[in-house]
């Protein structure tokens, strides 16, 4: 029962106990001895209204009964805060009422949950009103990578239904790490293997160069402690696609080829003046490819995944540190690049490849 008036407290603080007991269905009765023996925990004003004593917490609300993707998560964190630069030790996330979070939004959301404890953040998810999704969560292997520190209200699984059901759907590639010390050859083939299976042969040198060349890229250039990761999912609806991620933590493009760029790429320095000299970096390597902080022909030129994104009519997406590209292809060219600038900050790369295979 403490848990469950601390749960009610993060999402409502300053309340009477009558609308504690009323918020968990419960007597008031049963309520007042919790409350008045856990004064460490909770606190009451001169209006007989409780709080949680430490609740100087950055509350982060995901949107209430609609499917949440990329750019919707990143709205809310843009109208709630940044939670990487806020002076608040305590970051709590609510996953309210039927919100089903796309993998394109998971992925974003697993990755900054990872980064906010290594910085020493305390951070709490909290699912108790859409089980649904902690359910789903657990399903594609979220947990599994989430650092262990982070709080899973109601409760984290005990035993991983990623672990139990693994490679038991056809629709699914449950999150995978992306090990900077190992080759990643089995993520990779699994990747590849539930590609194909649901599309067909014709994409199976697309799905291999993408998942070969994205998770590399980031075994090779991410620099960071915290393991990057990938997954897949198919979705159905009007127009199926196959969406997969591929993420990491680590210095993001820009950061990775800024040294380098004036000696090796000296027509892609001139923009090194300009304000958004780091989005015209990601745009050139996205567009153009084979540039590397190791000269032509090496490392980050995504050259073969570009390639293939624009024979399939793909949809990629490239989130860094503040700001993310989308690039659309259409018939075989490049059709238009969506520019989102002034995110709120989350480390690293984060790429989504949609593949529409109708």
């Known amino acids: 029962m403490k848990q469950e008036i601390e749960r009610v407290l993060r999402k409502t603080p300053s309340i009477k106990a009558k609308d504690i007991a009323k918020r968990l269905g419960v007597d008031k009765k049963s309520i ?41 998560f990143e709205q809310t964190l843009l109208t709630s805060g940044s939670p990487l ?22 992925s974003r959301f697993l990755a900054l949950c990872n980064q906010l404890v290594d910085i020493g953040k305390v951070v709490t998810v909290d699912f108790s009103d859409c089980k649904s999704t902690l359910t789903f969560f657990d399903r594609i292997g979220f947990f599994k990578h989430l650092n262990s520190r982070v709080d899973i209200l109601p409760g984290r699984p005990v035993v991983s239904r990623a672990d139990v059901f693994k490679g038991n759907s056809d629709a699914v590639v449950e999150f995978g790490p992306v090990d ?32 070969g060349e994205l998770i590399n890229n980031i075994k090779d250039h991410s620099e960071s402690k915290i393991k990057g990761f990938a997954a897949l999912h198919k979705y159905g609806g009007r127009r199926p696609h196959i969406q997969t991620v591929v993420s990491d933590s680590g210095l993001g493009i820009a950061a990775t080829l800024k040294p380098s760029i004036e000696t090796h790429h000296p027509g892609l320095f001139r923009y090194s003046k300009d304000d958004d000299y780091d989005i015209q970096i990601v745009k050139e390597v996205m567009t153009k490819g084979e540039i590397s902080r190791y000269g032509a022909g090496r490392g980050l030129g995504f050259k073969s995944s570009r390639e293939q994104a624009m024979k399939f009519n793909a949809r990629l997406s490239i989130r860094q540190e503040n700001f993310a590209l989308e690039l659309v292809y259409n018939n075989g060219q490049l059709e238009k690049i969506d520019t989102h600038t002034n995110l709120v900050a989350i480390h690293g790369t984060h790429l989504c490849f949609d593949f529409f295979i109708d």
């Open 32 to 72: 007042n001895p919790i409350l008045y023996a856990n004064d460490k925990l909770f606190v009451r004003d001169e209006d007989y209204r409780w709080s949680l004593v430490n609740s100087s917490s950055l509350r982060i609300e995901l949107a209430m009964h609609e499917w949440v993707d990329c750019f919707s």
């Open 180 to 211: 900077p010390t190992q080759s990643n050859k089995l993520l990779i083939n699994q990747l590849v293997d539930r590609f194909v299976s649901q599309s067909c042969d014709v994409y199976e040198g697309a799905a291999s160069t993408v998942f």
């Open 85 to 106: 630069d806020t002076d608040l030790d305590s970051i709590l996330f609510i996953v309210p009422e039927k919100c089903s979070i796309l993998l394109d939004a998971a």
